[in-house]
């Protein structure tokens, strides 16, 4: 049978064969080629604003919470959030909470000691009366981490000084006793089966105060030195 070709307006070109119909598409299909190269410029744009930029994981956690609550129909606190409430009990059982701050901030969880509730005045050796809460602070973290609520972590402990120069024959500098201090807590972690890649120590001596070690006539402030004695502990996404 003899295949005659036709053309209506309304379709465009058609080849009619044994009473059918096949509309030749090949023109109309030509966007799709622009179209998937728009989408893939789109995407690597994004992927490189995101490799620039820094994420709050606080927001991140929000934005999981309302998405479980609002599609998903169940309320579960973000792994941060709850780890968090899991140390204020921790460390209102052990009569902590006026020496240890436990807070949130954009990359995960910060906890911050007064130097004096856990070391003496010029030591880096850990007081034992600290040692069992380090220990079920390690517990919480572990158990947080069995969940999979977040398997890529990292801890940074970080230790602070005042600005008095130490008279120390063990530490030649605020520098060494800030980074001895710092070492024996992520030794404390490590014992309490923390891994040694996801700690980090860092000693910074004076240089981050938290507010002037000095009044305005130039004295020292006794009591703004004891804010600026301190071990931060950073639990955060890496």
């Known amino acids: 049978m003899a295949i005659s070709k036709d053309f209506d307006e309304s379709i465009g070109e058609v080849y009619v064969t044994k009473n059918k119909i096949v509309k030749n598409e090949t023109e109309d299909n030509d966007w799709m080629v622009t179209y998937a190269d728009v989408v893939t410029l789109l995407m690597a744009f994004f992927v490189i604003l995101l490799s620039m930029s820094t994420i709050d994981q606080t927001k991140v956690e929000q934005f999981m919470e309302g998405m479980n609550k609002e599609l998903l129909k169940k309320e579960k606190e973000p792994p941060f959030k709850e780890l968090k409430d899991q140390l204020e009990v921790i460390l209102m059982e052990k009569g902590l909470t006026n020496d240890v701050d436990v807070g949130l901030d954009p990359m995960g969880i910060v906890i911050k000691f007064?130097?004096?509730?856990?070391?003496?005045?010029?030591?880096?050796?850990?007081?034992?009366?600290?040692?069992?809460?380090?220990?079920?602070?390690?517990?919480?973290?572990?158990?947080?981490?069995?969940?999979?609520?977040?398997?890529?972590?990292?801890?940074?402990?970080?230790?602070?000084?005042?600005?008095?120069?130490?008279?120390?024959?063990?530490?030649?500098?605020?520098?060494?006793?800030?980074?001895?201090?710092?070492?024996?807590?992520?030794?404390?972690?490590?014992?309490?089966?923390?891994?040694?890649?996801?700690?980090?120590?860092?000693?910074?001596?004076?240089?981050?105060?938290?507010?002037?070690?000095?009044?305005?006539?130039?004295?020292?402030?006794?009591?703004?030195?004891a804010i600026n004695r301190r071990v931060v502990v950073n639990i955060h996404k890496y």
């Not at 923390?194 to 004076?206: E, M, Q, Y």
């Open 114 to 225: 007064s130097s004096n509730s856990i070391f003496e005045l010029g030591s880096a050796e850990v007081l034992p009366d600290i040692q069992p809460v380090m220990a079920e602070i390690s517990k919480s973290v572990l158990n947080s981490i069995q969940e999979a609520s977040f398997n890529n972590y990292i801890i940074n402990v970080e230790g602070h000084t005042d600005n008095i120069p130490i008279h120390n024959e063990k530490f030649a500098s605020n520098w060494e006793l800030s980074a001895a201090r710092a070492t024996g807590v992520v030794r404390l972690f490590i014992e309490n089966g923390i891994p040694n890649k996801r700690l980090v120590a860092s000693g910074f001596s004076d240089s981050r105060p938290r507010v002037a070690n000095y009044n305005p006539d130039g004295s020292a402030n006794s009591k703004n030195q």
